[in-house]
Nanobody, 123 residues
Framework: QLQASGGGLVQAGGSLRLSCTAS????????MGWFRQAPGKERQFVAG????????HYAASVKDRFTISRDNTKSTVYLQLNNLKPEDTAVYFC??????????????????WGQGTQVTVSS
């Protein structure tokens, strides 16, 4: 089970940090990812991280603004969102990959999902 938190309402240019804590699983066995879904749009990959944190990957639209990290001792993955833009408004979901080592970007590569946390960026 994954529990996401940290969303909220922020002005453009602001920052948020999302957290996603896992329970009931050996967290370090899985690569993790963040996706987002805006109203009327498909769920899209945002960022991913390998089990050790040594490998990360970002969608082009968030690269250099967002940072994914993880703390395996706390079974938690984070997404730091900086310089937010109105187009970042979406429900953000964390997800556990089917593997530990590779960072995937397709939804089908992820085996379990959190419930989502809303991020709203005002202009």
């Amino acid at each position: 089970q994954l529990q996401a938190s940290g969303g909220g309402l922020v002005q453009a240019g602001g920052s948020l940090r999302l957290s996603c804590t896992a329970s009931g699983r050996t967290f370090s066995m899985y690569a993790m990812g963040w996706f987002r879904q805006a109203p009327g749009k498909e769920r899209q990959f945002v960022a991913g991280i390998s089990w050790s944190g040594s490998s990360t990957h970002y969608a082009a639209s968030v690269k250099d603004r967002f940072t994914i990290s993880r703390d395996n001792t706390k079974s938690t993955v984070y997404l730091q969102l900086n310089n937010l833009k109105p187009e970042d408004t979406a429900v953000y979901f964390c997800a556990g990959d089917k593997n530990a080592y590779s960072v995937h970007v397709e939804r089908d590569d992820f085996a379990f999902w959190g419930q989502g946390t809303q991020v709203t960026v005002s202009s």
